[in-house]
C-alpha cells in the first residue's frame, strides 16, 4: 500500500491479556515510531527504530511495554498484563532517512475492559 | 497525561476568513517545528515544517512562522476552508541529531463556520 498500515484498527481486551499491534510502514522508509494517543491530548512518543535496532525506547511506560522490528520493516508492539490505562490509540509513523516528515498511520484503537 | 488536556483550545472561524493557531514549545535546543493536522478517527497529517536557522516558511495557503526569542510557533491558514476543520498539533524535535523523535502539543480544534 502507500501508506502505513496498521492492524487491527479495533482491539478490545481485558485486563490482563497479552496484545499485539501491527505497523506495516510505506517502503523503504528507514525510521519507524510508535506513538500513543489518549483522549484529548497529543501524541506521546513511545520508541523508534533505524532499521532493525531500537534507536530510542525511552518512552516506553514501563516493563510491560516492548516492541521489535525483525527484518526492518514490519514492527510489533507487544502489551503484557494490559491495564486499563493502556487504552489509548497507538500510533506508528515511518520517515525516509532524507526528511523529517513523519507519515502517520490511522492508529488502532486499543480498549482494555 | 495531563487532564488539562481533555479540554483542547478551540478556534472558531468564519469560512473564508484567516485563522491563526498558535503554539508555545518547550526546548530552546529544538532544530526542527512541524504541524500536523488530525481529523476524527484519522492519524496526523503533515502540513508544513520549519528549522531553526528559518523564521518563516509558506505553503500552499498555509504559513509556519517561527519566533526563537519566544519560543512560539504560529500556523497560518489562508481563505480556511470547511475542509480545514480538525485538531492541528505542532510539534518540536528536542533530541535533535536527526532522530525526529517529536514531541507534540496538546493540540487547537479548529471549527469552521460555513
Known amino acids: 500500500g502507500a501508506g502505513v498500515s496498521q492492524t487491527p484498527s479495533n482491539k478490545v481486551t481485558e485486563k490482563g491479556k497479552y496484545v499485539e499491534l501491527r505497523c506495516d510502514p510505506i517502503?523503504?522508509?528507514?525510521?519507524l515510531y510508535w506513538y500513543r494517543q489518549s483522549l484529548g491530548q497529543g501524541p506521546e512518543f513511545l520508541i523508534y527504530f533505524q532499521g532493525t535496532g531500537a534507536a530510542d525506547d525511552s518512552g516506553l511506560p514501563n516493563d510491560r511495554f516492548f516492541a521489535v522490528r525483525p527484518e526492518g520493516s514490519v514492527s510489533t508492539l507487544k502489551i503484557q498484563r494490559t491495564e486499563r490505562g493502556d487504552s489509548a490509540v497507538y500510533l506508528c509513523a515511518s520517515r525516509t532517512g532524507v526528511t523529517g516528515e513523519l507519515f502517520f498511520g490511522e492508529g488502532s484503537r486499543l480498549t482494555v475492559l | 497525561g495531563e487532564s488539562v488536556g481533555l479540554h483542547l483550545p478551540t478556534l472558531s472561524v468564519q469560512e473564508g476568513d484567516n485563522s491563526i493557531i498558535n503554539c508555545a514549545y518547550s526546548?530552546?535546543?529544538?532544530?526542527?517545528f512541524i504541524w500536523y493536522k488530525q481529523e476524527s478517527g484519522k492519524g496526523p497529517q503533515f502540513i508544513i515544517d520549519?528549522?531553526?536557522?528559518?523564521d518563516k516558511r509558506q505553503g500552499q495557503r498555509v504559513t509556519v512562522l517561527l519566533n526563537k526569542t519566544v519560543k512560539h510557533l504560529s500556523l497560518q491558514i489562508a481563505a480556511t476552508q470547511p475542509g480545514d476543520s480538525a485538531v492541528y498539533f505542532c510539534?518540536?524535535?528536542?533530541?535533535?541529531?536527526?532522530?525526529?523523535?517529536?514531541?507534540f502539543g496538546k493540540g487547537t480544534k479548529l471549527s469552521v463556520i460555513p
Open positions: 510539534a518540536e524535535n528536542i533530541r535533535g541529531a536527526g532522530s525526529y523523535q517529536l514531541t
Open positions: 517502503s523503504g522508509h528507514t525510521a
Open positions: 526546548n530552546s535546543a529544538s532544530d526542527y
Open positions: 520549519i528549522r531553526s536557522n528559518m
